[in-house]
C-alpha cells in the first residue's frame, strides 16, 4: 500500500501529521486529504512505545 511504501506499519499510532495534532483516524483522514498530493508531509508517530518522525508523500489513490 502507499502507507507501507511510505513506512507505516500496522498499529502505527499517528500524533501529528504536518505539525497539527492527531486526536483521531478523522483528523487523520482530514489532513491527510487537505495535503497537496506529491509533496513531502512530516509524520510523527508511536510505534512501540517510541516516537519515530516520517517523511511521506501523499499520492492519489
Known amino acids: 500500500t ?3 511504501k511510505g513506512g507505516l506499519r500496522e ?3 499517528l500524533l501529528e ?3 497539527k495534532r492527531v486526536q483521531s483516524s478523522d483528523d487523520a483522514r482530514r489532513l491527510i486529504d487537505a495535503a497537496p498530493m506529491h509533496q513531502d508531509l ?3 508517530l508511536l510505534r512501540e512505545n517510541r516516537q519515530i518522525s516520517l ?3 501523499p499520492v492519489d489513490l
Open 2 to 4: 502507499p502507507a507501507e
Open 11 to 13: 498499529n502505527d499510532v
Open 17 to 19: 501529521i504536518g505539525g
Open 42 to 44: 512530516d509524520v510523527t
Open 55 to 57: 517523511t511521506v508523500q
